[in-house]
């Protein structure tokens, strides 16, 4: 089983921008379609951004399209998130994970990391 690692957050304004990584450990990183959720304070997990075990196909949220973007470096065995012109509204724990196929559906994925809080104030 694939663990994941978590990294990037921070607290920021809104506007700023950060980079999320999370590393996988493992060899077959590159057979994996990623994914990015969140989970703010009282509400139910969500998907963020899912990327292909190549990068050549991605989905968005309708809520962060235009301002996330997702990317892998298989080399690396990590998928980042490349967050612009946050807003209070993204504050919420991120977490990666792994699945078989690119799907929305967050019970499709497994392997989750511990997650990395990110703070947007206003």
């Known amino acids: 089983q694939v663990q994941l690692v978590e990294s990037g957050g921070g607290l920021v304004q809104a506007g700023d921008s950060l980079r999320l990584s999370c590393t996988a450990s493992?060899?077959?990183?590159?057979?994996?379609?990623m994914g990015w959720f969140r989970q703010a304070p009282g509400k139910e997990r969500e998907f963020v951004s899912s990327?292909?075990?190549?990068?050549?196909?991605?989905a968005y949220a309708d809520s962060v399209k235009g301002r996330f973007t997702i990317s892998r470096d298989n080399a690396k065995n990590t998928v980042y998130l490349q967050m612009n012109t946050l807003k209070p509204e993204d504050t919420a724990v991120y977490y990666c994970?792994?699945?078989?196929?690119?799907?929305?559906?967050?019970?499709?994925?497994?392997?989750w990391g511990q997650g990395t809080q990110v703070t947007v104030s206003s």
């Open positions: 994970a792994v699945t078989s196929s690119l799907t929305t559906s967050i019970g499709a994925y497994d392997s």
């Open positions: 493992g060899s077959t990183f590159s057979s994996y379609v």
């Open positions: 990327i292909s075990w190549n990068g050549g196909r991605t």
